[in-house]
């Protein structure tokens, strides 16, 4: 006998698939986890082919009730298939089919495994779109709170990891919110650019049957049917979109990473980690590894290599379907899984982590962060903005020859460069003052700042109103 014969391809060959080919072929290994989605799918084609009366509405209902007995069982690991299931499509028919006899032969009627098997995975996509922007939106709330008990924090920030002007801890996670809320923002795209139902786009030229593609749409919770069959069958933008939105809220995680590898070192000592979300060494005992984040940081590159895996698999394909396809599942599985088990320590990692407020000020009193504010000062006083700068950098290459701060300068030697200078520089160059004077919108002073966080919040807020 024909080993082909319980295939859903079987028919054409005379001859049977090599065991290798077979196994080579199979997907049941990783598409297991669309089990549900496939179910659902199978129910709303069900339900459609017996309200349109091309199957017996008995039989529709047979298979409607069968599907969910399915569900129930596999969900409660009762039901697994066997190891030389070819796919969960397959699986789920063939038990059908055992259960129900003809009747779930009938289920695939008008349908073929390309329509079923992009909606399966578009009505994950979609479910994963949601509970990954609750995740990201986890992280964001994090940071705000942080935010929000720091917004009087100075430190110095940095350009080329040189310390540059001063700014708040408060102001410096709101830069990271940011990014995670645009991130929020992808994901909620994503979800809404996959709302093209698949299903009935067939092989590639949908099918002679009447069926009602708006109804299964809608049972399904799409707004719509896609638009064209050979495109709704060989899409896979939702999956690519997917894993770009991964890969960008990858690069944000990786850099807020770092920061907290170098702020959590001895050189820096402005944060330390909780011991519950850091490692020691095997060696050193005094040791005290951020290998949350470090690990935060290295896997960024396998979510861009899931990312390449499918750019690369979908660049030369011509319409419609083609087997490479089938490579698209593991690669957004695996994103998905690494950013979400990535998320799940680094989140609380951050909620745990001690801010040292006092170490940060005393290093942006050093590195003179304020010359800056000194050039303005002098630009305020009618100086050429070009000319305060050139003085001020003489006045700093002076304090750096004789070991003094702008502070400890005297008027004297101030006014020894300029003229202009007077008593109220002093006042000018403080930290408190020059954090506070940079008040314009965006801006670090902590009154603006606190505009900036109750935005923030709204935006979080307007999300999480988002509904499937």
Known sequence: MNENSNKLWAGRASKSADSRVNDFNSSIRFDFRLVFEDIRGSIAHATMLGRQGIIPSDEAAALVDELEVIAGEVARGELLPPADAEDIHTFIEAELTSRLGDAGKRLHTARSRNDQVATDFKLWVREECLNLRAEFAGLVKALISIAEKNLDTVMPGYTHLQRAQPVTFGHYMLAYVQMFLRDCSRLTDTYE??????????????????????????????????????????????????????????????????EIILWSSTEFSFIELDDAFSTGSSIMPQKKNPDVAELVRGKTGRVFGDLMTLLTAMKGIPLAYNKDMQEDKEAVFDAVDTVRLGLSAFIPMCETMTVNAERMRSAAGKGFINATDCADYLAAKGVPFRDAYKAVGGIVKFCIENDKTLETMTLEEYRAVREEFDSDVYDAISLDRCVAGRSVYGGPAPAEAAKRLESAKLRLAEYAEVQA
């Open 193 to 258: 650019r996959t709302d093209g139902c698949p299903l009935g786009s067939g092989a590639l030229a949908g099918t002679t049957h009447p069926i009602d593609r708006e109804l299964t749409a809608s049972l399904l919770g799409f707004s719509a049917p896609c638009e064209n069959s050979m495109d709704g069958v060989s899409d896979r933008d939702f999956a690519l979109e997917l894993l770009a939105d991964l890969s960008i809220a990858s690069v944000h995680m990786s850099r807020l990473a770092e």
